[in-house]
């Protein structure tokens, strides 16, 4: 070979080793650069596939070595080798570094404070409604009565008609009681599941049935167009009036306290024959007359009466078999009388605090 073209080969050569080192310098720099700033580890990850991945700017240099004279090939591999090396300790720093920080964000997150004071967890209470209509069950599922349930929307057949209620009787006057079409009403007394109860089962029945009844009554303190009752039945061979009175006054003194009396007064529901509504002797005063019991001594709580053979009848029931009575009492009234409560708007409301109160 001619001298000149050794000579230029050689500058050739030197140039692009030159260029090579001058590249491992400014990858090196970059990748410094670009980590000071990196701030996760997923951005570090990037870098580090940026330079030492399969087409890493550093990885591309190596590969390119092999090209180059054994003597360039010695010097240049040394300075890619310090330049990886390098690189490759200011990666293991980074990201030893973002993994500390990610963890401290994750502990910061996570983080509990144990001295802090508990969420106060609120407990409800029962409505005195329910306490009331769970007491007065209670006694009658300790005399051996079972609980009974009918809808709230019922036949006007059931509500009236099978209770041998007169065509005419007020009751079913649409002032008076609130009308889904011509044949079903919301329920006007829990009456509906006596006659329910007498078609299904077969004597002895012993029953009560507490739950929500509808009359179109304007919301004052003493009306709700929306109540509860529980109602009562029992049919059995040879009931009569003295079992009636026997078991309302043992209910009473329960409800009431052991030295409460009891006062029957004649009275007419068409589903029963003879009727009567039941009074409590006072139990604020007694029977001396306060103004719990408007100055009489007593306070009225019930109605009830031996169950109308016509009744027995729809129920197929042979009535010279069988005998019964029912009665029924409304919830609120009891628990306005209890609990001295003068506005039935208040068990309504919703307002916690008149409900806590009965804790
Ligand atoms: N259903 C009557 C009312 O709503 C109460 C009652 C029930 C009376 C059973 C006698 C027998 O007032």
């Not at 009844?213 to 109602?231: G, K, L, V, W, Y």
């Not at 039941?278 to 306060?290: I, L």
Request: charged share 30%; proline share 4%; net charge neutral.
């Amino acid at each position: 070979m001619q001298q000149w073209l050794q000579a230029y080969l050689c500058i050739v050569q030197y140039r692009k080793v030159n260029r090579m080192q001058e590249k491992l310098k400014i990858i090196l720099k970059n990748t410094r650069d670009l980590l000071e700033k990196a701030a996760g580890i997923d951005e570090t990850e990037m870098i580090r596939v940026k330079v030492l991945g399969k087409k890493g700017e550093l990885t591309d240099i190596l590969k390119s070595m092999g090209k180059l004279p054994p003597e360039e090939r010695k010097e240049l591999g040394r300075a890619a080798n310090d330049v990886r090396k390098e690189i490759e300790n200011l990666l293991e720093e980074k990201f030893a570094k973002v993994k500390e920080a990610a963890k401290e964000g994750r502990f910061r997150l996570e983080k509990i404070d144990v001295t802090e004071p508990g969420r106060e967890f609120v407990l409800g209470v029962k409505h005195p409604l329910t306490i009331v209509t769970e007491e007065i069950s209670g006694i009658f599922m300790s005399m051996g009565y079972s609980y009974a349930e009918g809808p709230q929307a019922d036949t006007v057949f059931n509500a009236f008609d099978a209770l041998n209620s007169p065509k005419d009787h007020p009751s079913r006057d649409m002032t008076d009681t609130f009308y889904i079409s011509d044949d079903v009403v919301l329920r006007p007394h829990t009456s509906t599941v006596q006659i329910r109860t007498l078609i299904k089962q077969e004597p002895p029945i012993k029953i009560i049935s507490p739950g929500r009844c509808f009359r179109c009554d304007t919301f004052d303190a003493t009306h709700s167009p929306m109540f509860q009752q529980i109602e009562g039945l029992l049919v059995d061979e040879g009931i009569n009036m003295a079992d009636l009175k026997g078991t309302l006054d043992s209910m009473a003194k329960k409800l009431f306290g052991s030295a409460t009396k009891t006062k029957f007064r004649p009275h007419y529901f068409p589903f029963t024959e003879p009727s009567a509504e039941m009074d409590v002797s006072c139990f604020k005063c007694g029977g001396k007359g306060c103004n719990i019991c408007k100055g009489s001594g007593w306070i009225e709580i019930l109605g009830c009466g031996m169950v109308h053979p016509n009744v027995l009848a729809v129920g197929g029931l042979d009535t010279e078999k069988y005998t019964g009575f029912a009665f029924g009492m409304g919830v609120e009234r009891i628990a306005m009388l209890k609990y001295g409560v003068d506005d039935i708007r208040l068990f309504y409301e919703n307002d916690m605090r008149f409900i806590n109160q009965f804790k």
